[in-house]
Every structure is written in C-alpha cells, then in structure tokens.
C-alpha cells in the first residue's frame, strides 16, 4: 500500500469518526427532545385524560418544531394530532397508511400497558417541506391509548454512505453491467432516502451511473460544476488519478430536503471505474 493510499484511507477514516460523532450529537438531541415532549404529554393525559386531546391539536406546548403529539386508539382511531395527521382525527387510519406506518401501529398493539416508552421507525409526510421522509417515533401506550412523538430523519450518516459505497464497490466488481443497471433503474437499494451512488467512467471521464438524475448518464464529468459554478468533477478526477481512495467537500442539492447542502463525498476506484457516495452535513 503507497503512502498516498494509506493517507487517502486514513483521512478517511477521520472524517467518518468525525461524521458519526456529529450525527450522533444530532440525534441525541432530536431524540431527548422527543422524548421530554412525549413525557409532557403523559403528564398531561394523566391529569386531563380524554380532554387533553384538544391541546395535543392545537398549535401551541405541544408542538416544538417539527415534532409534535399525536394519539391514536387501540383500534386505529386518530384522536388527535398537532401536525398533518390532524386530517385524520376521527378517523380510521389503520387500513390507509402505508405498511410501515401498519406495522408499527401493529407492533404498537402488542406492547402491555406499563411497558414504558417504546420506539418505531416509518415514513411519514414531513409538514415543513411535504417530503415523505423517514420518521422515529416514541411511544407509550396508556389504557386504549397510544400517545406518540416523533422527529424527521432527512440525512444520511457519514457511516452509512461508506457502508453504501463499499457495497457498490463490490457488486460492481462481482457483476458490473448489472449493478450499473440496478443503479440506473433506482432499484437494488443504491438509492437509501438522501444517500446514492455515482459511477464515471475513468476512460471516458463520462457518468454511466446516477442514483437520482439519468440526465447526467454520458454527460462529462469533468465539466460538472456545484450550483455557484465551482468544479467538482475536476477535482475529483485528478484526485482518484494519484490514488485509489479519497474523499471530497462540494456543495450539492439534497433530493430529500430539496435545498443546496455541504456534502462530503467518499471516492473509490473499481478497476476503470470511480465509484461515489456522500452524506449531507446537518
């Protein structure tokens, strides 16, 4: 292994760690705050029971940020809801959601009462921007009861998009032409909410691959350029031509959040290929 090779991976290596704790310090507090709002609730429903529903939909304590309480019964009746859900009240939602939503709730059901609070993970319509997105919810179940909080997960880890591009990279080694198909046709799990893979042609310096945007396929890579005009492609390319490894910082678009965000990029080669995946920073 070359000195640049060993750098390239131990750089690497840093700012995975670097990411992780990052997104660990993110979520750590998006889930205490979770938590603490779900724990008002059960106070409140302690003291008020059926009749705190009206606070729980109305915009005011129970609604911070992007978190919100919700309740719904043991039959899968919405009671109430500080966030889009509150379409639903009075309603049976229990055959209309989708089946992660179903799932949860079914899983939901099978908790006694006493168990403390619980958690699920589903997609849900995040009400800032109307993306679906996915969603971490705490719950506790009280009587015929469910009281429910939860909070947005729109980004990516710094782990989980190495763990992507390592997978890509070797699939792509193993069968290219079909991985390149996978990645084309958005199937195969190469595409994971705001993290995808990007595949460029070293011989042609062309993509032949993208997670979410066919037009660039054949479009040179080397003319790419970030939204404020600055080269991306470039850089890339005459990095991955000292080494094999490498990471890159460029801002790009976020296809879940729809916003322009910081990204940072982790690069492999696969024989003639590059191969890449970046997380958005918070």
Same mark, same amino acid.
């Given at each position: 292994?070359?000195?640049?090779?060993?750098?390239?991976?131990?750089?690497?290596? &840093?700012?995975?760690?670097?990411?992780? &704790?990052?997104?660990?310090?993110?979520?750590?507090?998006?889930? $205490?705050?979770?938590?603490?709002?779900?724990?008002?609730?059960?106070?409140?429903?302690?003291?008020?029971?059926?009749?705190?529903?009206?606070?729980? =939909?109305?915009?005011?304590?129970?609604?911070?940020?992007?978190?919100?309480?919700?309740? +719904?019964?043991?039959?899968?009746?919405?009671?109430? =809801?500080?966030?889009?859900? =509150?379409?639903?009240?009075?309603?049976?939602?229990?055959?209309?959601?989708? #089946?992660?939503?179903?799932?949860?709730?079914?899983?939901?059901?099978?908790?006694?009462?006493?168990?403390?609070?619980?958690?699920?993970?589903?997609?849900?319509?995040?009400?800032?921007?109307?993306?679906?997105?996915?969603?971490?919810?705490?719950?506790?179940?009280?009587?015929?009861?469910?009281?429910?909080?939860?909070?947005? /997960?729109?980004?990516?880890?710094?782990?989980?998009?190495?763990?992507?591009?390592?997978?890509?990279?070797?699939?792509?080694?193993?069968?290219?032409?079909?991985?390149?198909?996978?990645?084309?046709?958005?199937?195969?799990?190469?595409? $994971?909410?705001? %993290?995808?893979?990007?595949?460029?042609?070293?011989?042609?310096?062309?993509?032949?691959?993208?997670?979410?945007? /066919?037009?660039?396929?054949?479009?040179?890579?080397?003319?790419?350029?970030?939204?404020?005009?600055? #080269?991306?492609?470039?850089?890339? %390319?005459?990095?991955?031509?000292?080494?094999? @490894?490498?990471? @890159?910082? @460029?801002?790009?678009?976020? #296809? +879940?959040?729809?916003?322009?965000?910081?990204?940072?990029? @982790?690069?492999?080669?696969?024989?003639? /290929?590059?191969?890449? &995946?970046?997380?958005?920073?918070?």
């Amino acid at each position: 292994m070359g000195v640049l090779h060993k750098l390239a991976l131990l750089g690497a290596m &840093v700012l995975l760690c670097l990411g992780q &704790v990052q997104a660990a310090g993110t979520e750590k507090d998006d889930r $205490q705050a979770a938590i603490a709002l779900l724990e008002k609730a059960l106070a409140y429903y302690h003291d008020n029971g059926d009749k705190a529903f009206a606070a729980f =939909s109305r915009q005011g304590e129970f609604v911070d940020k992007d978190r919100y309480v919700f309740v +719904v019964d043991t039959k899968g009746v919405m009671l109430a =809801s500080g966030g889009p859900s =509150s379409a639903l009240i009075g309603r049976d939602v229990s055959d209309v959601l989708g #089946p992660d939503v179903q799932k949860a709730f079914k899983d939901a059901l099978k908790v006694p009462e006493g168990n403390g609070i619980q958690q699920a993970e589903y997609r849900w319509q995040n009400w800032s921007d109307g993306k679906i997105e996915r969603k971490r919810v705490f719950y506790q179940r009280v009587g015929q009861r469910i009281l429910a909080v939860g909070y947005y /997960l729109p980004r990516a880890s710094a782990e989980q998009a190495m763990a992507l591009l390592n997978r890509a990279a070797t699939d792509l080694a193993k069968d290219e032409k079909g991985t390149l198909k996978a990645i084309n046709s958005l199937k195969g799990g190469y595409l $994971q909410d705001d %993290l995808y893979v990007f595949v460029v042609d070293l011989d042609t310096r062309r993509y032949i691959a993208h997670g979410t945007n /066919l037009r660039l396929i054949n479009a040179d890579f080397g003319q790419i350029k970030d939204p404020e005009g600055k #080269p991306v492609g470039e850089p890339m %390319l005459a990095l991955m031509a000292k080494q094999d @490894y490498g990471d @890159y910082d @460029y801002r790009w678009k976020n #296809p +879940v959040t729809g916003r322009v965000e910081d990204k940072h990029a @982790y690069l492999k080669k696969v024989g003639h /290929l590059l191969v890449a &995946v970046g997380y958005y920073s918070p």
